[in-house]
């Protein structure tokens, strides 16, 4: 599976972002898809995670209400809508694919990452 993100940027507090993921090379719906974040010198730290049927969704306490997370079989893409951003989301963004859950040793397959920066 390959998997490519897209839709970040630079915004001011407050505003909105949508990222995408596009994956391909293995049937999309046979995998659960995670967003996660990391900051130079830290951890990589999950985000937020959506089951292979699409009907379980998990979040991180801090993102849970501002973030949603989605994905659209048609399109073999999973997208991750930031609302209400703060300064503290600025981070470099990755999608990965796997078997799910908020650790990254779950995830087989990630993208090279697409960059948030949220000015105050």
């Known amino acids: 599976v390959q998997v490519a993100e897209s839709g970040g940027g630079l915004v001011q507090t407050g505003a909105s972002l949508r990222l995408s993921c596009a994956a391909s090379g293995s049937p999309f719906s046979s995998h659960a898809m995670g967003w996660f974040r990391q900051v130079s010198g830290k951890e990589r730290e999950f985000v937020a995670a959506?089951?292979?049927?699409?009907?379980?969704?998990y979040y991180s306490d801090f993102v849970k209400g501002r973030f949603t997370i989605s994905r659209d079989y048609a399109k073999n893409t999973v997208y991750l809508q930031m609302n209400r951003l703060k300064p503290e989301d600025t981070a470099l963004y990755y999608c990965?694919?796997?078997?799910?859950?908020?650790?990254?040793?779950?995830?087989?397959?990630w993208g090279q990452g697409t960059q948030v920066t949220v000015s105050s």
């Open positions: 990965a694919a796997g078997d799910g859950g908020t650790a990254t040793t779950t995830y087989d397959y």
């Open positions: 959506i089951s292979w049927r699409g009907g379980d969704t």
